[in-house]
């Protein structure tokens, strides 16, 4: 039992550790800015997991139209680190379709993301994901992964 606690301790104390010194790449979010970080658990084939990324707001819309911020994730390289860190400066305006709804329907509160392709990166449990967005801003995240099974695709 002695054996197992001192294993176990050791467990969390490096992982605490290693908590704390794979953040000293990544500076605190500057004034008007919000850090987000994710740490992902460890996969036994991380090739097969990708993460994507989605940066929003909540807001009150309609239930009928699509809606979507302007604005863009950029990835950039720590220097010294090379670890990779994503920041979104601002979050342009808001677009949408313009379906025609009863004026009188009541709105609901929906997570309205940028525009665009998802944004997926690759999964790794080693290192955290660091995002940063101006204040107001919130980061989600989606898991994708890949069935081990893959198919043929016909000729023709």
């Given at each position: 039992?002695?054996?197992?606690?001192?294993?176990?301790?050791?467990?969390?104390?490096?992982t605490a550790g290693q908590a704390a010194d794979d953040m000293k790449a990544f500076p605190p979010a500057k004034?008007?800015?919000?850090?987000?970080?994710?740490?992902?658990?460890q996969q036994d084939d991380e090739s097969a997991f990708q993460v994507e990324l989605m940066v929003g707001k909540v807001v009150q819309v309609d239930e009928a139209n699509r809606?979507?911020?302007?604005?863009?994730?950029?990835?950039?390289?720590?220097?010294?680190?090379?670890?990779?860190?994503?920041?979104?400066?601002?979050?342009?305006?808001?677009?949408?379709?313009?379906?025609?709804?009863d004026p009188n329907a009541p709105?609901?509160?929906r997570f309205i993301t940028l525009g665009g392709n998802p944004y997926l990166i690759r999964?790794?449990?080693?290192?955290?994901?660091?995002?940063?967005?101006?204040e107001g801003v919130e980061v989600r995240y989606r898991i994708w992964r890949a069935?081990?099974?893959?198919k043929a695709m016909k000729k023709g």
């Open positions: 039992m002695v054996r197992l606690t001192t294993v176990l301790s050791v467990f969390f104390a490096v004034q008007g800015m919000t850090r987000y970080v994710l740490r992902l658990p809606f979507f911020f302007g604005g863009k994730i950029e990835e950039e390289t720590i220097q010294g680190w090379g670890f990779p860190r994503y920041i979104v400066r601002e979050l342009g305006p808001m677009a949408g379709t313009l379906i025609a709804v709105k609901v509160d999964y790794n449990s080693r290192l955290p994901i660091v995002v940063y967005v101006p069935d081990a099974e893959v």
